[in-house]
């Protein structure tokens, strides 16, 4: 599938898209670990559109959006300032989401946005890039893993008042 999906620099006007696949893959991703409830609360804020325009307007941040045939937004990656423990913001720079519906797992287009990411994060001189991820993700972190992402710390996530355990992961850039 790789071939078929086109990634592309997100831009202002993309904020809805951004926030769809935010919260339609958080949904599968974690319906059925976390309450049903909380997942819409906290889609509802997290993954609110006014919340991406922020970020696209922001020129500290950067982002990028796969879209299927048609046009169909399906996955992205967003790049901010980090705020993650262990964190220097003066050196560090945080992949605050990649996501990417399930299937369009394995075909490609993840490593693409990540590159992206990591592309980014080079050009704008970070020592490192981190992210955060559910400690209960094995795929997710095999993947970063592979990429040569290591634990750098951990941080607790609260998603509808229950604390859930998060791995920090780091990619080491400059030298």
């Given at each position: ?5 086109a ?17 339609a ?13 909380a ?22 941040c ?5 879209q ?29 989401r ?7 797992h ?9 590159a992206?990411?990591i ?5 704008a ?25 290591v ?12 604390a ?11 030298g």
């Amino acid at each position: 599938m790789a071939t078929e999906v086109a990634v592309r620099r997100a831009r202002p006007g993309d904020e809805a898209a951004l926030a769809l696949v935010g919260q339609a893959t958080f949904l599968e991703t974690f319906a059925g670990i976390l309450d049903g409830a909380a997942i819409i609360e906290h889609c509802r804020k997290a993954h609110a559109a006014d919340q991406y325009a922020r970020w696209l307007a922001d020129p500290a941040c950067a982002a990028w959006l796969a879209q299927a045939p048609g046009g169909a937004p399906v996955g992205y990656a967003l790049v901010t300032a980090p705020d993650l423990p262990s964190a220097d913001p003066d050196r560090d720079l945080e992949l605050k989401r990649i996501y990417l519906f399930a299937r369009y797992h394995g075909g490609g287009t993840g490593k693409r946005l990540l590159a992206g990411a990591i592309g980014h994060a080079r050009e704008a001189g970070a020592a490192r890039l981190l992210l955060g991820v559910y400690a209960g993700n094995h795929a997710a972190i095999g993947f970063y893993r592979k990429q040569g992402f290591v634990d750098v710390a951990t941080r607790q996530f609260n998603v509808g008042g229950k604390a859930y355990d998060d791995r920090v992961m780091g990619l080491p850039l400059a030298g």
